[in-house]
């Protein structure tokens, strides 16, 4: 539900739906991903990273896009 809601372009409506998001569910790694990218532009750069490095471990394929999105970039681990 949460990535519907934020493809209608509802972030704050999404955030508690993408922040319920559990390891093993279908969406995990994209549901975490989108999170950072919430949290980076709302200045949450602890929550932000903390949501990035959830989805990157779920998803390494995730790591070019992360490494392309400004909002995330600098919080990319180093080795990566």
């Known amino acids: 539900l949460g990535l519907l809601l934020l493809a209608h ?3 704050q409506e999404a955030k508690p739906w993408l922040e319920s998001a559990r390891p093993g569910q279908p969406d995990f790694a994209q549901a975490k ?3 950072a ?3 980076a532009f709302a200045g949450n750069a602890a929550a932000g990273r903390e ?3 959830a989805a990157l471990a779920a998803d390494p ?3 070019p896009l992360a490494r392309a999105n400004p909002a995330l970039s600098g ?3 180093a080795g990566r």
Do not use: H, M, S, T
């Open 9 to 11: 372009q509802n972030a």
């Open 33 to 35: 991903f989108q999170l």
């Open 37 to 39: 990218i919430i949290e």
């Open 51 to 53: 949501a990035l490095d």
């Open 61 to 63: 394929r995730l790591l």
């Open 75 to 77: 919080w990319v681990p």
